[in-house]
């Protein structure tokens, strides 16, 4: 006698107060373009600004970077997600071109502390990003 029926009420805070795995995701993500986007602006300012081509793409990538990081914590979409995994992509692709091809007559080697933390940054980004968009369209 004294127990209810029905549904019970939330607990203060509630369950939007905990992070769910696929916020955590999004945040790995946020932070893995923002190291890359860091690693770029560096390499800018230490002589790729006077790379023609390249060197504004880098500044590009560090703006572009700093901007979708905030929109993948900040805006709960999928759209900065899908821009997570682009921006991994595609600029671990110009890496990979500069390391193989040449990418706007600048060829890079895979050695160095700056390109083996932003190709891995990048590959995280991908992933993370990945998996929140996963984790976000089976709720």
């Given at each position: 006698m004294g127990t209810t029926s029905g549904p019970v009420p939330p607990a203060p805070g509630g369950a939007h107060h905990r992070p769910s795995a696929a916020r955590g995701w999004r945040w790995v993500a946020a932070i893995a373009v923002l190291v890359s986007a860091g690693v770029h602006v560096l390499l800018y300012l230490d002589g790729y600004d006077t790379?023609?081509?390249?060197?504004?793409?880098f500044l590009l990538n560090a703006v572009a970077g700093l901007v979708l990081a905030v929109l993948l914590v900040?805006?709960?979409h999928w759209l900065p997600l899908v821009g997570g995994i682009g921006f991994g992509a595609l600029t671990l692709l110009a890496f990979v071109l500069s390391t193989t091809v040449g990418f706007y007559g600048v060829s890079e080697s895979f050695a160095g502390t700056n390109e083996l933390v932003a190709a891995?940054?990048?590959?995280?980004a991908v992933v993370a990003a990945t998996?929140?968009?996963?984790r976000e369209s089976l709720r």
């Open positions: 790379i023609e081509v390249v060197g504004p793409l900040a805006w709960h891995g940054a990048e590959m995280v998996v929140a968009l996963l």
